[in-house]
């Protein structure tokens, strides 16, 4: 019996690391995180969702020797110009506050104070990169979107990050009020994921 395919997952994200492995499982592909190998995080000076997504997995891919996936994702707020864009993780933090969602979820709501509903507008963006080795030189690169605006102030106990400020139109609540499944089928990453699963079988011909 074949001993499936070794990936590493350029993340210690358990519920990455969960939704990957569902994933893959059936494509007889075993996909394990960077820790397992003793990978540190790699160093995110990407200007964009892509250039970091490939940052991470030529980095894994690197130490590893092993075809690594990583995915980069943010909230991009249009009335203040994208941001928190790349620095969604660390937007607080780098404006003297702390770093936590909650922190972030705060400062976002701070700034948009004095802004009007219909201004509110924003996305959740999802950029997975695959990198057969650190020198491939035609990374699998898929990007999604999920589209909504930000609320006035926080509704909602499931999700994480900026879940509990973004609006979900479709279904009249916020992002953190949606069930798992619910959110799994909207998302950013739900539908990066799912087209990355038909991406990667038609590239292992399955």
């Known amino acids: 019996m074949n001993q499936p ?3 590493v997952l350029a993340s210690n994200n358990a519920g990455k690391l969960k939704e990957f492995s569902e994933l893959l499982t ?4 075993s996909i394990k995180p960077q ?3 003793g990978v540190e995080d790699a160093i995110e000076d990407g200007l964009s969702f892509v250039e ?3 940052i991470k997995a030529r980095h894994a891919a690197s130490i590893t020797g092993l075809p690594a996936l990583a995915d980069d994702s943010g909230l991009e707020i249009d009335a203040l110009n994208g941001a928190p864009g790349i620095y969604s993780a660390r937007f607080s933090a780098m404006h003297g506050g702390e770093k936590s969602d909650q922190a972030n979820l705060q400062l976002a709501l701070e700034r948009l104070k004095d802004t009007p509903t219909e201004h509110r507008s924003a996305r959740f963006q999802c950029v997975l990169a695959f990198m057969r080795h650190a020198e491939d030189p035609t990374p699998l690169i898929i990007q999604r979107s999920w589209e909504g605006q930000i609320l006035n102030e926080p509704r909602g106990e499931n999700g994480f990050g900026y879940d509990p400020i973004f ?3 479709a279904h009249q609540c ?3 009020e949606l069930t798992k499944e ?13 087209a990355f699963a ?5 590239r292992l011909g399955r």
């Open 174 to 176: 916020s992002s953190a």
């Open 26 to 29: 059936p494509l007889d592909i």
């Open 198 to 202: 038909e991406q990667i079988k038609q």
């Open 5 to 7: 395919q070794q990936w």
């Open 35 to 37: 820790k397992e190998f």
């Open 167 to 169: 609006w979900v139109e």
């Open 182 to 194: 619910q959110k799994n089928a909207l998302s950013h990453r739900g539908q990066a994921v799912k």
């Open 52 to 54: 970091n997504a490939i």
